[in-house]
């Protein structure tokens, strides 16, 4: 199979699973339908409005206040912050709970325009270049905290749900505020793709990646409700379900966090020439990856100790957080880019 061959046919394999993903998605919630039928025509509507021409994104008001790539970051940036204070105060106020939830889709959804539309604006930047939105820094924290947001929102009726929506949106405002950070200061431009990620295997490595990523931070603020729910802080009946939802978001994130690896080893050997280098960063993907294992391990045992797993997830996710980006600060590599 030749290049072309392979990324076509990789091309077809994202399709396809993106659109099995989003199908029974969508059937297990109307909000979640509603929202990315919104989300497409706000981008389409973006998308439109530049007619082909890069400069309007200066020149129409909708695009340099609203829909371009860069203002539309900033936005979900704002009102992440916003919700954060809002679901803390939806303890104990329905209407501030109604509110933050409110204002988390939202930011979710200037989050995905932002991603959809910087993808159209580099093919305009980038002729002939055209790239997806998951090679820089701002970009991949930009999907992880829709991912991170998206999954809080979906399981945010359940038991002990408005706290876990609030300890969630707490850990994606810290990120939210590093992007507005990076878009005011021009770190978060586009830029062209550094020779290595010129590989269909960016679409598959990438997404599975932060997946996995969004699925262990959603199983620490769990983690953290359910610790928080045994010491009487929240309801003690709610412990249990929460134990049993850290155990799915781990395990859904350890089988994307797999397919990453796997693809990642993939993609090693058609760049490098062998699947495995022991560079920091793959070293510390392993690292990540025998930490969850032995938590899966764990929790399927007879006499799991849940209080343990729970902490366990929560101290989990500074491991995985490291492995993200620590390693890119203090430990440069082949992956220095990444």
Sequence with gaps: MNPA???????????LAVCA???DLIRRSRSLGAFLAIAAIASLAAIALYQGRIERAEQIFLLKYFLASQTSLLWMGLLYGLAMPAAWLGLRSPDAARAARALAWVATGAGLNSLVVRAYEASLI???????PLASQSEVLALLCILSALSALLVARRAAGEALLA???SAVSGVAFWLIGAALSGEAAIEPLAPALHSPWLKLHVPTCLIGYGAFTLAAMTGLAALLARRGLLARAAAAELDALCQRAIATGFAFFTLSIVFGALWANEAW?????WD??????LIVWLNYAAWLHQSLGRRA??????????????VTAFAFVGVNLLLPGLHSYA
Excluded at 306 to 317: I, N, S
């Design 5 to 15: 061959q392979l990324h076509g046919a990789l091309d077809a394999v994202c399709g």
């Design 280 to 285: 920091p960063k793959e070293s510390w993907a």
């Design 21 to 23: 993903v989003l199908v």
């Design 126 to 132: 980038l002729p002939g270049n055209a790239q997806l």
């Design 273 to 277: 020439g062998s699947y495995w280098q």
């Design 305 to 318: 100790n849940h209080t343990l797993l729970a902490g366990w997830a929560v101290l989990g996710l500074a």
């Design 167 to 169: 300890l969630s949106l």
